[in-house]
């Protein structure tokens, strides 16, 4: 989203957003229909790694990669309507098989809604996790509107400073993945 919006504007930047949104409003669906139980067993555990370690350490690399290059900050808000068509689908399939989206839907939410399940009715359950979905929201909606009105403080360098070390962090996290993946396969 932060990328987005300051290289192509403030829709650009929502839509990603709201394509990450679908992603968890389907997991909360299977979630609620108790997909969370399917995602306990070991070979999906150990898919989840491997397929987490790969996609972050290739993320990281080629973040890495594209903070050599000039980075072109939108100034010209015309330019916006530039990729529209493919953010959406953007933030959709990076939240669906983000491995740290998916242990917090299936691990986090899922045993919290199983022990608020026994506790509540289906109604508060459901309105508690539409909370959660609204809060999603806005912190998305949040994000483009800070990016959109800040991206003028942001120059060339800082932009591939972050992108760097933000690269660095992913592929740190796939390699987390993999060691995670190792230990669970020994």
């Not at 839509?15 to 995602?39: K, N, R």
């Not at 594209?66 to 399939?93: C, D, P, Q, W």
């Amino acid at each position: 989203m932060i990328k987005r919006g300051i290289t192509d504007g403030f829709w650009q930047s929502w839509l990603v957003g709201l394509g990450g949104v679908t992603a968890d409003f389907l997991f909360l669906i299977l979630i609620f229909f108790g997909a969370s139980q399917f995602m306990q067993h070991k070979v999906v555990v150990l898919a989840m790694y491997a397929i987490g370690a790969i996609m972050l350490m290739y993320l990281g690399i080629s973040s890495m990669k594209s903070s050599i290059k000039r980075i072109k900050v939108m100034s010209n808000l015309a330019e916006e309507h530039v990729r529209i068509s493919n953010a959406y689908l953007t933030g959709f399939f990076i939240a669906l098989v983000n491995p740290i989206n998916i242990v917090f839907w299936f691990g986090v939410y899922g045993s919290t809604l199983a022990t608020l399940s026994k506790k509540e009715t289906l109604a508060t359950s459901v309105l508690l996790s539409m909370a959660i979905f609204i809060g999603i929201i806005l912190w998305n909606l949040n994000i483009a509107f800070t990016v959109h009105f800040g991206r003028e403080l942001v120059k060339d360098r800082l932009l591939r400073m972050i992108t760097f070390v933000a690269g660095f962090c992913l592929f740190w996290f796939g390699v987390g993945f993999a060691i995670e993946f190792i230990r669970a396969t020994l």
